[in-house]
């Protein structure tokens, strides 16, 4: 363009497309300027946030849920539900990273938060249907005791989501990381019995420890959502 301006005059086409150039910096500066002085802040990202933290909140209680489940009990939230609501979250993420900067930097912690919550779902499902059979082995009171304490602390989690200022996830893990040693030093002790009570008490152990561990990495995606970057894998 600048070119063809100065076909006529090419003694001036250095004049020229400083003249442009100039007029481009000064059209952008001034639509800058105006945007940020007129234009309300965008929030997508305060309420992509707070829509994260709902989600966590209710996937935290519904797995502690799991853990001791009524039989007796109408069903509340079932795991069907959550799963389609989570899923509803990639949507509303690929949306938010087009609009937002900071959506666009802290995405990828978002989406490995996301997929921290289909695995401790499952994880905690598996507890539950377990539980839940009919005319199916109880744990054992050392087990009972952990799925107990396991229970207490992600609720005890699930409500300090949007109310403390400083998330104590230091705290949580260094609790869950007690928690799954005392898991596996009552595995190693669990032995006597008849074989099915056996082989159901190392069944809930397990999956109480890959619970534990995906509790743990929610707890951390949700930490880097404000701090340090701690994604640990894709959705």
């Known amino acids: 363009i600048v070119a063809m301006s100065a076909v006529d005059h090419p003694d001036l086409i250095f004049q020229i497309a ?19 002085l007129l234009l309300p802040r965008h929030r997508h990202w305060p309420d992509t ?21 009524d039989a007796t009990g109408p069903a509340g939230f079932t795991w069907r539900h959550m799963v389609d609501r989570l899923s509803t979250l990639e949507h509303t993420l690929d949306n938010t990273t087009a ?15 996301v997929a921290t919550l289909f695995d401790l779902l499952a994880k905690a499902q598996a507890i539950e249907i377990h539980l839940s059979r009919p005319h199916g082995i109880r744990p054992s009171a050392e087990v009972g005791a952990l799925l107990c304490r396991g229970q207490n602390l992600l609720a005890e989690f699930a409500a300090t989501v949007f109310v403390e200022e400083t998330i104590p996830a230091g705290r949580f893990v260094s609790e869950i990381e007690q928690l799954r040693s005392e898991v596996a030093g009552v595995r190693q002790t669990v032995s006597n019995g008849a074989m099915d009570e056996l082989i159901s008490n190392q069944f809930l152990l397990d999956r109480l420890e890959e619970v534990l561990e995906e509790f743990a ?14 994604a640990q894998r894709e959705s």
Request: proline content about 3%.
């Open 18 to 36: 400083a003249t442009r150039v100039s007029c481009i910096f000064i059209g952008m500066t001034s639509a800058i300027f105006f945007i940020s």
């Open 217 to 230: 990495f929610a707890v951390q995606d949700w930490q880097g959502l404000f701090g340090v970057w701690t």
């Open 99 to 113: 609009e937002s900067a900071d959506a666009r930097i802290h995405a990828p912690q978002a989406r490995s938060l």
């Open 49 to 69: 946030l707070h829509h994260l933290g709902g989600h966590l909140k209710a996937t935290l209680l519904q797995a502690a849920k799991g853990l001791s489940p």
